[in-house]
């Protein structure tokens, strides 16, 4: 470099050779102690420049990336990466400096807590409901036995349909006797289509449509344009956003017209076959008198939410962000210089930060029913929506899903998220062979806590006031 600044003169060269050491090492360079301070630099000739021993100065005519310096002054260490030459020469952040790796405390703590909530609200509802049956039946019956599980679910099946009956049948009479002959029928034969299917289904059944039917109401909200960002906010799970609540929210919300129909039409047939396995085992059990399976029906359905997405986001905390960090950091990521630096690292930041999507549906929780029926009724057959003529085997069904999801999860397809999947499909699988006792203890647990209320809490005076 010294070599290419000959045409200056030799007192502007010396200036700029110093100003270029003290910058660049920061000690003074053996060039100025090799000239006598007698003699003036005008009156050296050109030959003393070029004796002087040459050593390689290292400036930089651009401050866009400065060379790193320690303590001492001297270059030590690896070249500086394509990453810390952004972030010192243009102030630009990291990948890990502007996303954060997905905190995960908060959202295990609100599942597990979740969890217990449902359970414990569903077992309260249960042993209120079976109370009140086991009183009407005690009033009904002739003998003074106590009535099994299989006539509690019987009776409440009955006292549903005439619950729902009594009106209908007025509602026709009326319209019989005020509304023209011509389409008094019509209206009559359409209010019992309408009627029909729900006192002929069971109860589980009837569940799956109430949810179906929640979740509809939450679609019809994505259809207004000016609450989509509140409905992006807040029934959408991003594990970016610190948020847990989402993970609950996100689990009953469907944008698109497909995936609401499709998780609809799963949940009111897998989960349809959950309930009357749970009542099948409400009928073999003798612990507790069991009159109703509904509120254990969605708090399964809820849990198997919360369980995907928890899933989902853990993934996404310790699977999908470590592999963002290797991308960005890799060789190829290196090799970009020049002024569009910043622009770049923005662009690949915002790239890449793009692979963490928010989530929504309640796929999760279908998983769950669908791989609980798998064990309940390994001889079932199924048949897929585009393969209606073609039934398979339930089994290997639910095995076939869950290799696509789990080659999903590894090659990392992001159109399904193939994570929750396979969260909810563990869930019911755990639930098969452990779900019985946790919901026994957890009956158990809500009688023992409603008995402590009526001994220890307020007097019954004070309760009748409440009411």
Not at 407 to 420: E, Q, S, T, V, Y
């Amino acid at each position: 470099m010294l070599q290419a600044r000959l045409p200056l003169s030799w007192h502007t060269t010396l200036a700029h050779a110093r100003s270029s050491v003290h910058h660049t090492f920061s000690f003074r360079s053996p060039i100025v102690t090799r000239i006598p301070k007698h003699e003036h630099p005008s009156s050296l000739p050109l030959g003393c420049i070029r004796s002087i021993p040459r050593r390689s100065f290292s400036f930089t005519p651009s401050t866009a990336f400065p060379e790193v310096l320690t303590n001492h002054g001297s270059l030590r260490g690896p070249t500086p990466s394509f990453a810390e030459h952004v972030v010192r020469t243009n102030g630009t952040k990291s990948f890990s400096e502007q996303v954060s790796r997905p905190g995960v405390r908060k959202q295990v703590l609100f599942v597990l807590l979740g969890s217990v909530a449902a359970f414990g609200l569903a077992a309260a509802m249960t042993n209120y409901e079976t109370l009140q049956l086991v009183q009407i039946y005690r009033n009904l019956s002739l003998w003074s036995t106590e009535p099994s599980n299989k006539e509690l679910l019987v009776l409440h099946e009955d006292m549903y349909a005439d619950r729902v009956r009594a009106p209908v049948v007025r509602i026709i009479n009326e319209i019989g006797y005020t509304w023209p002959q011509s389409i008094a029928g019509f209206a009559q034969w359409a209010l019992l289509q309408i009627v029909n299917p729900l006192i002929g289904s069971d109860e589980g059944r009837r569940m799956c449509w109430a949810i179906g039917a929640f979740n509809g109401a939450i679609f019809l909200l994505w259809r207004f344009k000016h609450l989509k960002p509140f409905m992006m906010r807040h029934f959408t799970h991003n594990p970016l956003s610190g948020k847990a609540y989402t993970m609950l929210t996100s689990t009953f919300s469907h944008a698109t017209p497909l995936h609401y129909l499709f998780n609809t039409l799963a949940l009111a047939s897998f989960g349809a076959a959950t309930a009357a396995q749970f009542q099948q085992r409400a009928m073999n059990s003798e612990t507790l008198p069991e009159g109703t399976v509904k509120w254990q029906l969605l708090a399964f359905i809820v849990t198997g939410g919360l369980m995907s997405a928890l899933t989902s986001h853990l993934a996404s905390a310790y699977i999908i962000y470590p592999r963002l960090l290797s991308r960005l950091t890799s060789s190829a990521m290196q090799t970009v210089r020049g002024r569009a630096a910043q622009a770049a690292a923005g662009a690949e930041i915002a790239k890449e930060a793009s692979t963490i999507l928010p989530s929504l549906g309640i796929s999760g929780a279908v998983y769950s029913a669908f791989v609980y029926t798998a064990f309940a009724y390994p001889d079932t057959h199924i048949s897929l929506i585009f393969l209606p003529n073609f039934p398979i085997p339930i089994a290997w069904g639910a095995t076939g899903m869950v290799m696509v999801d789990l080659l999903g999860a590894m090659r990392g397809w992001r159109f399904l998220d193939h994570f929750a999947h396979l969260g909810g499909a563990a869930f019911g699988a755990f639930y098969w062979v452990y779900g019985q006792a946790i919901w026994e203890h957890a009956r158990v647990t809500a009688l023992r806590l409603w008995s402590w209320w009526l001994n220890v809490g307020p007097s019954p005076e004070k309760r009748k006031g409440w009411n």
